[in-house]
């Protein structure tokens, strides 16, 4: 068994659940697209949401495409002056026979200009 973790971000329009619920969906998608996962691949995921979004938890929108056996977690960021509003981070951790270097961490919408070096 290897375990990798792969991290993602995105911005939410608005904090609204249905804002939440597709943009984190979308990060979702993206995430197991690009990195050819299925849901058996995945160990867990912990999602963060910045102060700013508390209309509904982003683990969700994971139960809403199937991470139905997948232990998720919701926490909040901190809230540090000057950051990014409305943003959701995701941190899974996969068992998958690759190297490293294949992963491909996912950082979309406004929340590109956290990782420019590896947003996609």
Request: proline share 5%; charged share 25%.
């Amino acid at each position: 068994m290897t375990v990798h973790a792969i991290r993602g971000a995105t911005q939410a329009e608005a904090n609204s659940r249905e804002a939440i619920l597709e943009a984190t969906t979308e990060l979702v998608a993206e995430v197991m697209a690009r990195n050819a996962l299925t849901t058996d691949d995945v160990i867990s995921v912990v999602f963060t949401a910045t102060p700013d979004l508390d209309a509904e938890f982003p683990a969700v929108a994971a139960r809403k495409v199937g991470f139905d056996e997948v232990p998720l977690l919701c926490a909040g960021e901190l809230g540090v002056p000057g950051a990014l509003p409305r943003i959701v981070r995701l941190m899974a951790h996969v068992d998958i026979d690759r190297p490293r270097s294949t992963i491909r961490h996912v950082y979309l919408r406004g929340a590109t200009a956290l990782r420019l070096d590896i947003a996609q």
